[in-house]
């Protein structure tokens, strides 16, 4: 049993700190904090920076040309 315990731990390492780290944000930051965490490591947010710093890709999704 003590064998599987480990393994889950190692399986789960990346869900478990998330969980972990949304708690403590949470108990010493409150709501704002955990939102401020929580767009932090949302990849959808990530994902619209990366576009919105990237003026080729941003105005090729627009389907606009770029301004001079």
Do not use: F, W
């Not at 904090?33 to 994902?47: E, P, T």
Request: positive net charge.
């Amino acid at each position: 049993m003590k064998k599987h315990k480990q393994n889950d731990l190692e399986l789960y390492k990346d869900e478990i700190q998330a969980l972990i780290e949304k708690e403590i944000i949470g108990r010493y930051y409150y709501q704002a904090g955990r939102i401020q965490a929580s767009l932090d490591n949302d990849k959808y947010v990530q994902k619209g920076l990366d576009v919105l710093t990237d003026s080729d890709r941003y105005y090729n999704i627009l389907n606009i040309k770029p301004r001079n």
